[in-house]
Each structure stands twice: as structure tokens, then as C-alpha cells.
């Protein structure tokens, strides 16, 4: 997962998390699952979730980009990757 996507926490499971990704316009991508012994959570401030929300989202054509699960996969790889390295 790429560092600083916001999400919205929908269950836990400790040591789990199940999110969703926070798009543009209110809508979630999702599930993302995250071990919280491996990631470093934050709470968002409202105002900072309202911008999301609130974000005016033009009609989508099929040409425009949407997040697949594919790429969502990849993005959580990316931070994986990032948080072993931090570790280090």
C-alpha cells in the first residue's frame, strides 16, 4: 500500500484491520486487510475526510482510470515493501 491513502476502518480483528480505500466522492475500493503489526495506523482529522468526500467527482467515462483489485494488490505490495525497509 502506498503511504498516506486514506482509509476507513469497516472491522477488526485484532491483529487485523479490514478497510476500505477512501476515493473521491465518498465511495470505498476495497477490502484492503491490514496486520496492524506490520503497518503504522493514523486517525485523519474530520475536515481532512470531509475534503475527500466533498471532492467533486466528474462523470467517468469507460477511458477513465478506476482502481482494480489488481492494482490495489500492487499498492499493498509497495508498502509492505516500504515498511520492511523502514525497519531496517
Not at 485523519?44 to 482502481?67: G, R, Y
Request: aromatic content about 4%; overall charge negative; some cysteine.
Amino acid at each position: 500500500m502506498v503511504p498516506w491513502v486514506p482509509l476507513k476502518i469497516v472491522g477488526v480483528s485484532l491483529p487485523y484491520l479490514v478497510c476500505g480505500m477512501l476515493n473521491p466522492g465518498g465511495d470505498h475500493s476495497g477490502p484492503v486487510i491490514l496486520d496492524t503489526r506490520k503497518v503504522r495506523v493514523c486517525r485523519l482529522t474530520s475536515e481532512h475526510v470531509n475534503a475527500i468526500v466533498d471532492f467533486k467527482v466528474e462523470d467517468e467515462d469507460e477511458d477513465s482510470p478506476t482502481m482494480t483489485p489488481e492494482m490495489l494488490e500492487e499498492v499493498m505490495a509497495q508498502q509492505a515493501r516500504s515498511s520492511e525497509e523502514n525497519e531496517e
